[in-house]
């Protein structure tokens, strides 16, 4: 039982280059999310996934999209990156939402240059 | 944008002193967690607050829920070296948000 696991865990990106992140969860979760960590910010909600096939914003999602295919992965996509996305970028899952533990994946260390 | 403080931002202690965070909200809270993330780990969960008033204790970890359900604290007896990282609460109240947190660094 692995829980939540991201890949990568690191990468440098030059301004304009496009990646995908992987997030897989093997609990069974209907709710995944993507979060952003920047110094003195917290976590900042990027997008979430109440359910396969399903999407929503979160509190910062300009710059980023997202796709749950299937349920047990979350993927989140920077088409063109900038320089403003360097960040640390935690996946997480949970069995519901609001009220819910939340279980967080490692962690991917983006840098934009 | 948020509607949740944390205060203090940085906490300094000494091994065996104590420590509290609070997390102070403009609007009435269903319910509150609160997690800890290690220097270079990734947040874990500690408790969730639901109860008006509500208080629960982890060993050295107490846990406030405020009367109104507008604030919580979290507060650490002794200190520890192991405790150090970054604690965050996360309000409920229908959208899904995390306090900055307070980084708690511990002396020896």
């Known amino acids: 039982n692995a829980g939540v696991t991201q890949t990568p865990k690191f990468r440098v990106l030059k301004t304009g280059q496009s990646m995908t992140l992987l997030c897989a969860q093997d609990m069974n979760h209907e709710y995944m999310y993507w979060y952003r960590q920047d110094p003195g910010m917290g976590l900042r909600l990027i997008h979430y996934?109440?359910?396969?096939?399903?999407?929503a914003k979160g509190e910062v999602p300009d710059g980023y999209n997202v796709s749950r295919l299937k349920k047990q992965n979350f993927l989140l996509g920077l088409e063109s990156a900038a320089p403003s996305q360097t960040s640390v970028y935690f996946c997480a899952s949970s069995p519901g939402l609001a009220g819910y533990e939340q279980y967080f994946g490692p962690g991917t260390r983006l840098t934009v240059t | 944008g948020q509607q949740v403080m944390q205060i203090p931002q940085y906490q300094h202690v000494q091994e065996g002193e104590d420590f509290t965070t609070y997390c102070n909200s403009s609007?009435?809270?269903?319910?509150i967690q609160w997690y800890k993330q290690r220097p270079g780990g990734h947040p874990v969960f500690l408790i969730q607050?639901?109860?008006?008033?509500e208080v629960k204790k982890q060993k050295r970890l107490t846990f406030q829920f405020g009367e109104a359900k507008k604030n919580s604290s979290l507060h650490i007896t002794a200190t520890q070296t192991t405790d150090v990282g970054t604690y965050f609460c996360?309000?409920?109240?229908?959208?899904?948000?995390f306090g900055q947190g307070t980084i708690l660094t511990v002396h020896p």
């Open positions: 607050l639901v109860k008006s008033g």
């Open positions: 609007t009435t809270l269903s319910n």
């Open positions: 996360s309000p409920s109240y229908g959208k899904l948000t």
């Open positions: 996934s109440v359910g396969e096939g399903t999407t």
